[in-house]
């Protein structure tokens, strides 16, 4: 099943922990203060398809 959902995947591999965490510590420094009202969409541009 997995397989499956990764093959239709444009990256063709699902999400893991660790991209979850890269997106939140982009957001999290004072480097990004200015960013706000976004939807940062960490899905692998599944909602692209």
């Not at 997995?2 to 979850?20: F, G, K, M, N």
């Not at 890269?22 to 940062?40: I, K, Q, R, T, Y």
């Amino acid at each position: 099943m997995i397989r499956c959902v990764e093959s239709t995947s444009p990256l063709a591999r699902l999400a893991d922990p660790s991209d979850v965490a890269a997106a939140a510590l982009f957001l999290a420094p004072h480097d990004s203060s200015l960013v706000n009202g976004s939807e940062l969409s960490v899905d692998g541009d599944a909602a692209q398809i």
